[in-house]
C-alpha cells in the first residue's frame, strides 16, 4: 500500500479537528471521514508520473477529482462511493472556508444511482427467540437480556444505549434521555415490558456486577467498566446465533426491527422518524415499503375483487 505523503496526513488531520470543533463528530464518525481522505491521498501519490499532478490534497484538481471517481465506481458499490464523495464535499468545503482553495473539484460530480436497499430486520418470531436466549440465572446474562429488550423497545442506535447513564433514565416516566447524531437530545419511551426487565437489572444484577464499585454507565462490564460497543456487537452476533437467526443480526438489526414492526402495526411515518431520532423525514422514508406491502396483504386479504 502506498504511504500517505506527510503533508496529506497533516491536511487529515486538521480536517478530522475541525469536525470535533466546530460540529461535535463522534470518533467513529471522524476516523470514517480520515479513512476515505486517505484512500484518496494514497491514489493521488499513484498517478503521480503519469503526467501532472497535484501536490498535496488540498491542490486536487477537477480532473484528477473525476478520474479518482470513474475508477472508484468500478471497485465499490455506489453506496460506498456516495460516501465518498459526501466526505470530499465536505473536505473541499472545509478548504474553501479556511481560504486554502478559490474552487470546488467535486463541484460538477454527481452521486451515483445506488439500487434500492432496505434494512434487513428479524421477524417478530425471531426477536422473541432473540429476547429469550441470554441466561437469567447470571447476573451478566440478566444484563444482556435487559439490553437487547431495552433496544427493540426504543430502536436506539448501539453507541446510544452504551452511552446511557444513570441519570438518563426515568423509571417512573418509562424515558430514556440520549444525545443521538448532531449532540441533538430526545426523550424516547421503552414501554412496560422494557421498563420491568430494566428495574430489575438495576436492582439485582448491576450491583452484583459492580461489587461495590461506583459507575455511572447503566450497562457496565465485568471490570465495572462501561459496555463497549464492540463488545456488544459480538454478544448480539452470539444470541443471535443460539436464537437460530439465519443471517448476521447486528445491533443496528434491531433498530430496524423496533421501526418495520411498529409500521407493520399502524404506527405513523412521522412518529416513527421522532423516535428514531432522524433529523430528515427522507432518512425513515426508507421504511415505507414496509407500509405499502401491509396494505397489499390487507388488500388481497379483504377486498372481494383481490
Not at 430514556?176 to 436492582?203: I, N
Amino acid at each position: 500500500m502506498t504511504d500517505i505523503s506527510p503533508r496529506d496526513l497533516e491536511l487529515i488531520q486538521a480536517f478530522e479537528q475541525a469536525l470535533w470543533l466546530e460540529e461535535g463528530l463522534s470518533a467513529n464518525t471522524r476516523e470514517a471521514y480520515g479513512r476515505d481522505l486517505k484512500d484518496l491521498a494514497r491514489w493521488r501519490l499513484t498517478i503521480q508520473g503519469q503526467g501532472p499532478a497535484s501536490e498535496d490534497l488540498a491542490g486536487l484538481t477537477a480532473l484528477e477529482m473525476s478520474r479518482y471517481v470513474s475508477e472508484r465506481l468500478m471497485q465499490v458499490r455506489a453506496t460506498s462511493l456516495n460516501r465518498k464523495l459526501s466526505t470530499l464535499r465536505r473536505y473541499f468545503g472545509w478548504l474553501l472556508r479556511q481560504g486554502r482553495r478559490l474552487d470546488d473539484p467535486c463541484a460538477q460530480l454527481k452521486m451515483a444511482r445506488a439500487p434500492a436497499r432496505f434494512p434487513k430486520a428479524p421477524s417478530e418470531t425471531q426477536v422473541e427467540a432473540l429476547l429469550a436466549a441470554p441466561k437469567l440465572e447470571t447476573p451478566l446474562g440478566l444484563r444482556d437480556k435487559t439490553m437487547l429488550e431495552l433496544l427493540y423497545a426504543s430502536g436506539l442506535r448501539v453507541s446510544e444505549l452504551i452511552g446511557l447513564r444513570m441519570v438518563n433514565l426515568s423509571l417512573s416516566d418509562g424515558l430514556v434521555r440520549v444525545t443521538g447524531k448532531g449532540d441533538k437530545e430526545r426523550l424516547v419511551p421503552y414501554g412496560e415490558e422494557a421498563g420491568h426487565w430494566l428495574a430489575r437489572y438495576l436492582q439485582t444484577a448491576r450491583p452484583l456486577i459492580l461489587s461495590g464499585r461506583l459507575a455511572d454507565a447503566v450497562f457496565v462490564g465485568q471490570h465495572g467498566g462501561a459496555m463497549t460497543r464492540q463488545y456488544f456487537w459480538q454478544l448480539v452476533g452470539r444470541y443471535a446465533k443460539t436464537a437460530g437467526i439465519d443471517f448476521k443480526l447486528s445491533p443496528h438489526g434491531l433498530r430496524h426491527a423496533f421501526a418495520t414492526h411498529l409500521l407493520n402495526h399502524g404506527a405513523d411515518l412521522r412518529a416513527v422518524q421522532m423516535l428514531l431520532g432522524h433529523a430528515d423525514i427522507s432518512t425513515t422514508q426508507v421504511y415505507t415499503h414496509v407500509a405499502r406491502d401491509r396494505l397489499k396483504r390487507i388488500h388481497a386479504q379483504h377486498h372481494p375483487r383481490a
